[in-house]
């Protein structure tokens, strides 16, 4: 088994609980997740502990997630298989002064022909997250001012 440790922390202009609305919603997800082209989940289920959806990756990979923790505003966490890799992601948001920080903490973990791809995506995760994230801040501001 292999697995790769990632971590990103950006401070946001928005409220924890602008940026945790936002960013828990797997339907929000294509428009600030760089490697993301779809999900499927149902147009009117909110976000909860236990929602499970598949998403559509630019490489064409499909996995299946679920929220495994889920405090409004405070914590919400993800794991995600594909074939022989699981990805686990955990995002903590924090009031600073009148926006928030939100701290990104993972990993990715594959074992026999999937441990070189579980590699290069814990590689490559951290400074993605990290700009994925900056992107969702700009879309929350821009919502919120538009």
Not at 19 to 36: E, G, I, M
Not at 88 to 95: E, I, K, P, V, Y
């Amino acid at each position: 088994m292999t697995t790769r440790r990632f971590s990103a922390a950006v401070e946001l202009d928005c409220t924890p609980e602008e940026a945790f609305t936002y960013l828990v919603d797997p339907r929000n997800r294509p428009r600030w997740q760089s490697s993301l082209l779809s999900v499927d989940v149902p147009a009117d289920e909110e976000p909860h502990l236990g929602q499970a959806w598949s998403e559509l990756t630019a490489v064409g990979v499909r996995p299946h997630l679920v929220v495994t923790d889920f405090v409004p505003f405070r914590s919400w966490a993800e794991s995600g298989t594909w074939r022989g890799v699981r990805a686990d992601l955990r995002l903590r948001f924090t009031a600073r002064g009148a926006g928030c920080r939100v701290q990104a903490e993972g990993e990715v973990s594959g074992s026999g022909l999937y441990a070189a791809a579980a590699l290069s995506s814990g590689l490559l995760a951290g400074r993605a997250i990290g700009a994925d994230l900056r992107k969702a801040g700009r879309l929350i501001a821009d919502r919120r001012d538009g």
